[in-house]
């Protein structure tokens, strides 16, 4: 049986909406857990109560490695596969988690995530004052996937700089998979970086976006496993598994979706094929950076874009430890979590 390591996990049935909120608090040890509010199709709350536990545990890690003095955590609504908010309907479940967070004392603040944008922020900050990224117009700090992106590129620069000896992304053969707020602003700066990229989305509508960006479009069933310098996982989690792992033609991975690996045994599986793995809540820590630096931490934006810029040396450091120790990537960041944490 697993251990259960989360300090708090509350699941309310929503007054209003009449569906399932989870919030799952993993650690408060390092400050206050933060994380997004995932409004997600699921085939059950049991499903959408396993991603947010393991969405959460990934926050904890991706503030320790961040140097941020926050916890992790997560909040995760499940629709009923199939179903549609109108407004109405959104907004009564927005204040239904907005309810659930403040009955949590603080313990726990929110932002967006999969599923929720900035003016969604707004309307949890309706009745409650733990939320982050409320548009700038608001109050909030906006918009987090342009900084997550900008956090990306920092990690694919130390990337390409531990495949090849220079961090120069112009010629890099790229497949980003998933154009959503940040797979889209990723792809657009790699192909004003002069990267060579084959982007993916399953809307077929973001075909448009390929076009534009001179980039191929590969099928979403493809997208895995192209001929490439590196792999770009921009979706949602769990797409590395056990069975993709020897259909892969990539020499690294590095992307911001959360929480890629389908198990942890996989990250030990891609090093064993030679393939490096730089781990998400490395790469992917941009957007969380920004929006506590400067709306919790008191710094500017200036501020927080040079620590997003830090990512990069955050990544080549993890790279050159762990290959001198011989020693998987995923297992360096874990020993600078847990150094941080000291559990
Ligand atoms: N979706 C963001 C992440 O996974 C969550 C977040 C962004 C939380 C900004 C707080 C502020 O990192």
């Not at 995530?113 to 949890?124: E, R």
């Amino acid at each position: 049986m697993s251990k259960f390591d989360h300090e708090r996990v509350v699941i309310h049935t929503g007054p209003r909406s009449g569906l399932p909120v989870i919030v799952a608090i993993h650690s408060t040890v390092l400050g206050q857990a933060v994380g997004g509010c995932r409004v997600w199709h699921y085939g059950d709350w049991h499903e959408a109560l396993t991603d947010a536990l393991r969405v959460s545990a990934g926050m904890t890690a991706k503030c320790a490695v961040a140097g941020l003095a926050n916890g992790g955590g997560k909040t995760v609504v499940a629709l009923p596969n199939g179903m549609r908010l109108d407004a109405a309907q959104r907004r009564n479940l927005l204040h239904d988690v907005a309810d659930v967070i403040e009955s949590l004392d603080g313990a726990y603040a929110t932002g967006p995530d999969v599923g929720t944008t900035p003016v969604d922020m707004a309307v949890i900050g309706d009745r409650t004052r733990h939320v982050f990224c409320r548009p700038q117009e608001q109050g909030g700090s906006g918009d987090s996937s342009p900084h997550t992106a900008a956090g990306t590129l920092a990690a694919l620069r130390a990337t390409r700089r531990h495949l090849h000896g220079a961090s120069k992304l112009q010629g890099c053969r790229l497949a980003v998979v998933g154009l959503g707020g940040v797979g889209e602003k990723l792809a657009r700066m790699l192909a004003a970086e002069g990267a060579q990229l084959q982007v993916s989305d399953i809307d077929q509508a973001k075909r448009v976006l390929a076009d534009q960006l001179g980039a191929a479009w590969i099928d979403p069933d493809e997208a895995l496993t192209q001929d490439v310098d590196i792999l770009v996982p921009a979706a949602l989690g769990g797409i590395l598994t056990q069975q993709i792992i020897p259909r892969l033609r990539c020499a690294a991975i590095t992307g911001p979706a959360n929480n890629q690996l389908a198990t942890p045994e996989v990250a030990e599986l891609l090093h064993q094929r030679g393939i490096l793995w730089v781990p998400d809540y490395v790469a992917g820590a941009g957007g969380v950076i920004h929006a506590l630096t400067v709306e919790l931490h008191g710094g500017t934006r200036d501020e927080a874009a040079a620590r997003i810029l830090q990512i990069e040396n955050t990544v080549h450091t993890l790279l050159a430890t762990a290959a001198s120790a011989g020693i998987t990537p995923a297992q360096a960041a874990l020993e600078s979590v847990q150094h941080r944490i000291k559990t």
